[in-house]
């Protein structure tokens, strides 16, 4: 068994494809572990955050046909991932004017059918990406979320729901209420104790998690949908990778730190130098 | 019509003391999974038939005889057989100017060529759907806005070669070139910054008494 193995949370694993610079200073960290590992859970966030975007740009250039207002409206407008979809218009879709370029319509059509087109094979290439080459192994046998389990999938000129409800029986075949229920009764008290000494507007997701975990124990006929397991996102991946992974790789210190200090695991903080002096 | 040359000239007579005629060595047995799909001559492994499933994957990669051009795209098919015979002829010159594994600045003209051809042929009305069109943007994924080298060419090469001999174009080759640019030690997702090291470092300095 290897000494030192990472468990990567979402946003290393989304920064390790929305840029160069970043992915190149992951790769640095990562190269002191001996194996590197993801959680059902993390590419359940994976597929909400970063191909998620990716298929709302390629429904509105599908819709809109065009470029430059589509990238201006996504890229301007106060979504949250507002910022990520800038990345996804510079990094992935990666489609360039030639230099006798003069914006007409029909140009900036052309571009939009470009970027589209290049969407369709980005979006199912991120997912491959994720479960067959950024990790040694993405760990899902004791939650095994249902929708992670889903690549996306181009339908006939769109693609299909990314992220469709939950319902047990019909699409959802997860553990995640029992997992909850065995993994979580026993971490409860220190979240709580944490919750009630550390500072109170760092820890909005410790709380939020905690609502959920006492929700599950209280209930036993609930039923969770992904937004649900989405809202404790951070800890289900710590607790579902803790037998495993003996350090958590996180950009997000302020909610990953509690985590590793209840989850007993050493927590490793990606940061990038280079960012800091633009 | 007499069928066989024995009904006009009836067998040959074989004389008694005739040696017996030396057996011919068999040849080796080919085990080829392809026959029946694409109706080569080809012998199968003995009790060995081939799968559904492998028949299917064969017609869906544009190998079988369901999957040759279609008659009425015989000149969509000429025009794009023409436009990468023109890019593989460019390439070929282009392998002239490569310079300390780096295409050098001389050979912009053909780069520029070639971008052209690649925007033409991502015009051409031949293939399935918009399959020629996602071929050409997989290409200029890594050619567009990048410093050409020898991997570059190489990948192009590979790339206009594999499309020359494929009899039809589909969402497959699509696929393989975009296999083909991993095959070729390139990133697909390698983000506008694409080399971030540091060239050439300039010192600002104060003169005085200028």
Do not use: N
């Given at each position: 068994m290897p000494t030192r193995v990472a468990l990567l949370d979402n946003t290393v694993q989304v920064d390790r494809r929305k840029s160069k610079t970043r992915s190149c200073r992951i790769e640095e960290l990562l190269s002191q572990f001996e194996w590197k590992v993801s959680t059902s859970i993390c590419l359940l966030e994976f597929k909400a955050t970063l191909i998620q975007e990716c298929i709302t740009i390629h429904d509105s250039l599908r819709s809109v046909g065009m470029y430059t207002p589509v990238h201006d409206r996504l890229t301007e407008s106060?979504?949250?991932q507002a910022k990520l979809r800038g990345h996804i218009f510079q990094n992935l879709i990666n489609v360039f004017a030639p230099s006798s370029f003069d914006v007409t319509e029909e140009r900036d059509r052309r571009l939009a059918e470009k970027a589209r087109l290049r969407l369709e094979m980005v979006i199912p290439a991120l997912y491959t990406w994720f479960t067959?080459?950024?990790?040694?192994a993405v760990l899902r046998?004791?939650?095994?979320?249902s929708r992670a389990l889903e690549p996306p999938q181009k339908k006939r000129v769109a693609f299909g729901v990314n992220l469709p409800k939950c319902e047990k029986g019909k699409n959802k075949f997860c553990r995640v209420e029992e997992f909850i229920r065995a993994k979580a009764a026993t971490l409860l008290e220190r979240l709580e104790a944490i919750l009630r000494e550390g500072p109170q507007e760092r820890l909005t997701q410790l709380r939020r998690t905690c609502e959920l975990f006492r929700s599950v124990l209280q209930e036993p006929g609930i039923d969770l949908s992904h937004n649900d397991c989405r809202r404790a996102g951070d800890f289900l991946i710590a607790l579902e990778g803790r037998e495993i992974a003996t350090h958590a790789l996180s950009t997000n210190a302020s909610d990953w730190e509690p985590i590793c200090q209840i989850l007993q695991r050493e927590f490793v903080r990606v940061d990038y130098p280079a960012e800091r002096d633009i | 019509m007499p069928e066989h040359i024995e009904d006009v000239l009836g067998a040959p007579d074989t004389p008694r003391d005739y040696p017996a005629p030396r057996p011919v060595p068999r040849e080796p047995e080919i085990y080829l999974p392809s026959a029946s799909a694409s109706g080569e001559h080809v012998r199968t492994m003995p009790g060995w038939e081939p799968t559904e499933t492998g028949a299917r994957e064969r017609q869906k990669r544009?190998?079988?005889?369901?999957?040759?051009?279609?008659?009425?795209?015989a000149e969509e098919r000429r025009r794009y057989r023409r436009i990468c015979d023109d890019l593989d002829a460019e390439v070929r010159q282009l392998e002239?100017?490569?310079v300390g594994g780096v295409v050098s600045d001389e050979a912009v003209g053909l780069v520029a060529e070639i971008q052209n051809l690649l925007e033409t042929l991502y015009d051409?009305?031949?293939?399935?759907?918009?399959s020629l069109k996602s071929v050409v943007v997989a290409i200029q994924s890594q050619l567009n806005n990048a410093a050409w080298s020898e991997q570059h060419l190489a990948f192009l090469r590979g790339a206009i070669q594999h499309l020359r001999v494929r009899p039809i174009v589909n969402d497959c080759t699509a696929q393989e070139i975009h296999d083909m640019i991993e095959e070729h030690g390139l990133d697909p997702f390698r983000g506008t910054v694409s080399d971030s090291d540091c060239v050439v470092t300039y010192k600002l300095q104060r003169v005085e008494d200028a």
């Open positions: 106060m979504h949250r067959k080459k950024s990790v040694d046998d004791e939650i095994g979320c | 544009g190998w079988g005889p369901k999957y040759q051009p279609p008659i009425e795209q002239q100017f490569v051409c009305p031949f293939g399935e759907g918009e």
